[in-house]
Structure formats: structure tokens, C-alpha cells
T-cell receptor, first 114, second 115 residues
Framework: DAGVIQSPRHEVTEMGQEVTLRCKPISGHNSLFWYRQTMMRGLELLIYFNNNVPIDDSGMPEDRFSAKMPNASFSTLKIQPSEPRDSAVYFC????????????FGQGTRLTVV | AQKITQTQPGMFVQEKEAVTLDCTYDTSDPSYGLFWYKQPSSGEMIFLIYQGSYDQQNATEGRYSLNFQKARKSANLVISASQLGDSAMYFCAMRRTGGGNKLTFGTGTQLKVEL
């Protein structure tokens, strides 16, 4: 299995532009998580899905952020419009929902908004 | 609500020595899982070890062991025989068991292994 695949690995964009981050979870996993990591705030859970349904989006910072999971093999995190304070590493992770199963992380997308 | 606390922002250990990274947690759920992840400077998140709240024995995975003290709500990671490659950020995490529950992380501990 190729693991969790995120794209792009790096993204540099200008303030005000729309940014879309993509994630392909491990086949068969039914939970998907989006995290944001910064030096100041550490690893924050933004949103997670179970069986393609958003369960908890309380970590999404504001309306500029949105996430979708149209099917079991694909999810997107969109920022529109982007701001410099959105600069961070964004991780996608997937897992089974059963007890005792760890989440597997993608390599992350390093976003820089200038 | 779940909360994970890692009070050691940084730790140093000499090569071949053992080191303990602290983790305490707060939850009202009776059933939960505890995880440790390693994040080297390259940035990826690597799963190390898991402990279930009802597991009778402490989890072990090679040089990693988890010192689980349920009454104290602590789940410390012990790394034996430290190696230079163990230098990394280490995160403790918790997940309530059951269907589709979120995985909550602590703030991490930066470990530096020295010669």
C-alpha cells in the first residue's frame, strides 16, 4: 500500500488566492483527519470524517476554510481567500475506526502564503 | 473533552541511555486509546506504540515501552538504549474508542540524543 498520499508537497501562493490541498487515504480506512502544524500552535485537528461524513469541524479556524470528502478515496481542504497566517504544514491522516488502530499520516503539505 | 499534556518541551539524553518522555491526559471516557508518534526533522509522523485503556499490561515495541498508570492518567514513553536517530519530536495522543472518534495530540517533546 502506498500510504496516505497528499498533494502538493509544497505550495507557495499569494495572499487572497484560493488554495486546495488534496489527500488520498489508505484504501479501506474509514476515518480521515486534517491537521495543521505550526510552531506557535503545535498540531491542531481541523476536521475529521467518518465514512465520508464530517463528524467534527470545530477546529476549522474560520469560514475561509472548507473540507470535503466526496468519496472514500479522496478529500480536499480548501482555503479561500488565503492569508499569510495560514502558512503551516497541513497533514492528512487516515485510520480504521476500531479500537486500537493508529492513524497513518501523509507526508504533509507545506503551505506558504506571501 | 479530551486533553493531552506534555510538560517537557525539550529533553537531552546520552547515547545508549534510557529516557522517559512524560504524558498525562484528561478524559471522562471509560474506554480510550493512547498513542505515541515520532516526528523527525524530515517532518513525517511515525506511529510508535499504542496502549488501550483496558489493557492489563504495558505496551512494548522493540526499544519503546509505554509506562501506563491509569489511576494517575499518565502514559509515559520509555526509550531504551537511545540512538542518535532517536533525536526527534515526540507526540503523545489520545483517542476515545468507538466509532470515528478524533485523535487529539499533545504539544510534543523535542528529544536530542548526544554522543
Amino acid at each position: 500500500d502506498a500510504g496516505v498520499i497528499q498533494s502538493p508537497r509544497h505550495e507557495v501562493t499569494e495572499m487572497g488566492q484560493e488554495v486546495t490541498l488534496r489527500c488520498k487515504p489508505i484504501s479501506g480506512h474509514n476515518s480521515l483527519f486534517w491537521y495543521r502544524q505550526t510552531m506557535m500552535r503545535g498540531l491542531e485537528l481541523l476536521i475529521y470524517f467518518n465514512n465520508n461524513v464530517p463528524i467534527d469541524d470545530s477546529g476549522m479556524p474560520e469560514d475561509r476554510f472548507s473540507a470535503k470528502m466526496p468519496n472514500a478515496s479522496f478529500s480536499t481542504l480548501k482555503i479561500q481567500p488565503s492569508e499569510p497566517r495560514d502558512s503551516a504544514v497541513y497533514f492528512c491522516a487516515s485510520s480504521f475506526t476500531e479500537q486500537g488502530t493508529e492513524a497513518f499520516f501523509g507526508q504533509g503539505t507545506r503551505l506558504t502564503v506571501v | 473533552a479530551q486533553k493531552i499534556t506534555q510538560t517537557q518541551p525539550g529533553m537531552f539524553v546520552q547515547e545508549k541511555e534510557a529516557v522517559t518522555l512524560d504524558c498525562t491526559y484528561d478524559t471522562s471516557d471509560p474506554s480510550y486509546g493512547l498513542f505515541w508518534y515520532k516526528q523527525p526533522s524530515s517532518g513525517e509522523m511515525i506511529f510508535l506504540i499504542y496502549q488501550g485503556s483496558y489493557d492489563q499490561q504495558n505496551a512494548t515495541e522493540g526499544r519503546y515501552s509505554l509506562n501506563f498508570q491509569k489511576a494517575r492518567k499518565s502514559a509515559n514513553l520509555v526509550i531504551s538504549a537511545s540512538q542518535l536517530g532517536d533525536s526527534a519530536m515526540y507526540f503523545c495522543a489520545m483517542r476515545r474508542t468507538g466509532g470515528g472518534n478524533k485523535l487529539t495530540f499533545g504539544t510534543g517533546t523535542q528529544l536530542k540524543v548526544e554522543l
